[in-house]
């Protein structure tokens, strides 16, 4: 069964910039889509960013465009999330999944094998 797990997030000043990963436990079906998410304290979880299985495209939520950037490594089932200029509404819990149907609809509900999320926070 896959298993994803988020690392590399922390506590970061406006204007700051975190790398965030997403590791992947080998599967022969590799690559797969992988989504970015974030969930705030007392907010719903939010589509941040995704990238495609099929031709690496890469799509972002208008509120982090320009500033993040979502890349892969398939030689070692890792997707990253660089994060730059950030804000502190940007403090969040990140999580990544896997995408169902691709990356047309950052829906929680079509992305599954949730990792344990990594949290982010943007404080001066």
């Known amino acids: 069964q896959l298993q994803l797990s988020e690392s590399g997030g922390g506590l970061v000043q406006p204007g700051g910039s975190l790398r965030l990963s997403c590791a992947a436990s080998?599967?022969?079906?590799?690559?797969?889509?992988i989504g970015w998410f974030r969930q705030a304290p007392g907010k719903e979880r939010e589509g941040v960013s995704c990238?495609?299985?099929?031709?690496?495209?890469?799509f972002y939520v208008d509120s982090v465009k320009g500033r993040f950037t979502i890349s892969r490594d398939n030689a070692q089932n890792l997707v990253y999330l660089q994060m730059k200029n950030l804000k502190p509404e940007d403090t969040a819990i990140y999580y990544c999944?896997?995408?169902?149907?691709?990356?047309?609809?950052?829906?929680?509900?079509?992305?599954?094998?949730w990792g344990q999320g990594t949290q982010v926070t943007v404080s001066p």
């Open positions: 080998k599967s022969r079906s590799y690559p797969y889509t």
């Open positions: 999944a896997r995408g169902l149907f691709g990356c047309s609809n950052l829906q929680p509900d079509r992305f599954t094998y």
């Open positions: 990238i495609s299985a099929a031709d690496e495209s890469a």
